[in-house]
């Protein structure tokens, strides 16, 4: 098989791979496998996917996903930073039956903040959501994230661990220009939980 065959099918595979998971297919899995290459690109994701899911897991969802989009905003991404918070969106609405404060294209616009800015805006908007342990997790994870502290226990190895694989991520995702879809979570396949989101948040318009 060709090289451009290859990649075609790594991609179609990956792509398959998150449509079945969040039943989207992401823009950014062309431009992942076009740099890693077809085979680091398969092995990349064998690698880190089982562990995120597992982190999932361990975390919860809302927790690993509000981690995704502080590791993602300090490194400037638009697209991961969305493609998080609106599933931090969705699993909040269906936890606690009502909006996240803010909505996820504003989060996503936090991205050129400063890191004391960044962390107050995250403070804030999660203590109005009644998020307040998790507040301290966004602080904690800023602080994994620039380098200024290192884990002291198994859940802020986890962290580490997607520091590494989000900013390996958001590169591809800003050098590329990749634009923002949808949810990346299981979540995302909710139909319901979605439209009853966007009407909720028309009704704020």
Not at 48 to 71: D, E, K, S, Y
Request: glycine share 8%; hydrophobic share 45%.
């Amino acid at each position: 098989m060709s090289q451009a065959g290859l990649t075609g099918l790594v991609t179609r595979l990956l792509e398959s791979m998150c449509r079945a998971l969040w039943g989207f297919a992401p823009r950014m899995i062309p431009h992942i496998v076009a740099r890693l290459g077809p085979i680091r690109a398969v092995l990349w994701f064998g690698v880190n996917m089982p562990r995120l899911l597992r982190t999932m897991q361990v975390l919860g969802p809302l927790r690993t996903h509000l981690a995704a989009v502080a590791i993602s905003l300090h490194n400037s991404c638009t697209y991961c930073a969305y493609g998080h918070a609106f599933a931090l969106e969705l699993i909040y609405l269906r936890d606690h039956g009502r909006l996240f404060p803010v909505d996820a294209h504003t989060i996503a616009g936090w991205r050129d903040l400063g890191p004391r800015e960044l962390g107050h805006r995250l403070r804030s908007v999660l203590q109005e959501a009644g998020l307040h342990v998790e507040a301290l997790w966004a602080d904690r994870t800023l602080a994994l994230a620039s380098g200024e502290q290192r884990p002291v226990d198994v859940y802020e190895a986890r962290i580490v661990h997607m520091v590494g694989m989000l900013g390996r991520m958001n590169r591809i995702a800003v050098e590329a220009g990749v634009e923002p879809d949808e949810a990346q979570n299981p979540i995302n396949k909710d139909i319901a939980l979605k439209a009853r989101y966007a009407q909720l948040r028309a009704a704020t318009t």
